[in-house]
């Protein structure tokens, strides 16, 4: 059965509304999924807001959800005779009923001295985090009943909790952009985009250090495109299969997950001696780090590209040149511009690199590739340092908005190139 994007909620109030389908049993299923989802939406919202209902609240909600399950252990027991399935029942059962024993006994304040840590975990914290587990679980297994243990419930079950989880993954990114568009919005004038950096900060804008980021950006993607496409290219159409190529993708994928800090040291090492701080050290650099995604998802678009279509070609007396350029590329271009936009994306919003190979705080309009620049992750790092001797909050959140910006704003780019040149096989 395909749910076809509905929510499971939908199917579930079909069945309610059947006049043949409403019985007694299902009814208490129907009240344990609603309590447990609750239960789970009642977790997230306390940890969001920072709030606790309360010992007799938190108590007789989780002895109430333990009776429901208790009766659905009898349902499943006796009248659908499932013995080894309500083991996970049971155990589910139990924990509730410690838990609605123990965790109002929790101090306001859990400290973790003991661990040598000097924190402490605060008990509405702990209390949201059991609330969303035990409402995951609770909807996941008061399904099942419902459903009579089929396959069927399996789906129902899952569905919900990827749905709950895709929730729970969102909620950061929106805290993450409304605080950037309350706190960063009333910054974004004409005159920060226009003038330079003035008063460590407090005073000026960004409009140089736009320029620079700029300027990374287009110089990246001259240098890793180009050779990130080619090397894709080389390794999928003409590379044998063997454990020299097998080592460069492993290097590859290794060189995707290496942290910018790193990538910065070695360009700290390797090109600064020889150029300077300057656009040229940058550029090489964040050309290093964006290489490897371009690579990889150039060649994952390569692999899209049917082989039919190349034997075809073969086929007709075209060379393999001829064949790549001419009917393995142009189906693959929108798979590659996406690998490529992603990977300039990345390299826009990087700190760390620049930090040590281009960017200066204060700098003039760069004449050469051998100028430094100003850049708006290196501004908003060292006005980072400046709150609280300087006023310069204000500024500080304004350039982290259009940093976010300009990074979700070529994410975008990506998904819309990636949606309008799709071609379907």
């Known amino acids: 059965m395909k749910l076809r994007g509905s929510f499971f909620g939908k199917e579930i109030l079909k069945n309610i509304f059947k006049k043949r389908n409403f019985t007694v049993e299902k009814t208490f299923c129907y009240i344990a ?8 939406l009642l977790g997230f919202f306390s940890m969001a807001f920072s709030f606790y209902i309360g010992d007799v609240a938190l108590r007789i909600f989780l002895l109430f959800i333990g009776l429901l399950f208790c009766y659905l ?14 083991i996970g029942f049971t155990i589910f059962t139990f924990v509730v009923f410690i838990l609605a024993y123990f965790l109002p006994l929790l101090p306001p304040e859990y400290g973790l001295q003991q661990y040598d840590v000097d924190a402490s975990v605060l008990k509405f914290i702990i209390v949201s985090i059991v609330f969303i587990i035990v409402g995951i679980i609770g909807a996941s297994f008061a399904m099942k009943p419902l459903f009579k243990f089929t396959t069927k419930s399996n789906q129902f079950s899952a569905y919900f909790i990827l749905t709950f989880s895709l929730v729970f993954i969102l909620y950061p990114l929106f805290v993450i952009l409304s605080n950037l568009i309350v706190n960063g919005s009333g910054g974004i004038t004409l005159n920060f985009l226009t003038e330079n950096v003035l008063k460590h900060g407090a005073e000026g804008g960004v409009s140089y250090a736009i320029v620079g980021t700029f300027i ?24 044998k299969s063997g454990p020299i190529v097998r080592l460069i993708r492993i290097a590859t994928d290794i060189l995707q997950g290496v942290p910018s800090i790193v990538f910065g040291l070695f360009g700290f090492a390797v ?18 780090m964006t290489l490897p995604i371009i690579i990889r998802s150039s060649e994952e678009a390569l692999m899209c590209v049917p082989r039919s279509l190349r034997e075809g070609s073969y086929a007709l007396g075209a060379t393999k040149w001829q064949t790549i350029r001419r009917v393995v ?4 271009i929108p798979g590659i511009l996406t690998g490529s936009v992603l990977g300039l994306g990345r390299a ?3 700190t760390a690199p620049i930090i040590f190979t281009a960017s ?21 790092y060292i ?3 400046y709150i609280g001797a300087y006023p310069v909050d204000q500024n500080a959140w304004a350039t982290a908005l259009l940093l976010m910006s300009i990074v979700l704003g070529m994410n975008a780019i990506a998904i819309i190139i990636r949606e309008k040149y799709r071609v379907e096989f």
């Open 271 to 288: 090109f600064v001696p020889i150029f300077g701080i300057c656009i040229l050290s940058g550029i090489l650099v964040m050309g290093f």
């Open 33 to 40: 999924i609603s309590l447990s989802s609750f239960c789970a």
């Open 73 to 86: 252990i009898y349902y499943s027991f006796t009248t659908l005779g499932k013995r080894k399935e309500i």
């Open 216 to 239: 990374v950006i287009i110089g990246t993607a001259l240098i890793a495109i180009p050779l990130g496409v080619a090397s894709a290219i080389y390794l999928h159409e003409y590379a």
């Open 360 to 380: 200066i705080f204060i700098a003039p309009p760069p004449t050469s590739i051998f100028s430094p620049i100003q850049s708006l992750s290196y501004h908003l």
């Open 329 to 332: 590329i142009p189906p693959a």
């Open 383 to 385: 006005l980072t340092k």
């Open 348 to 350: 826009a919003g990087e």
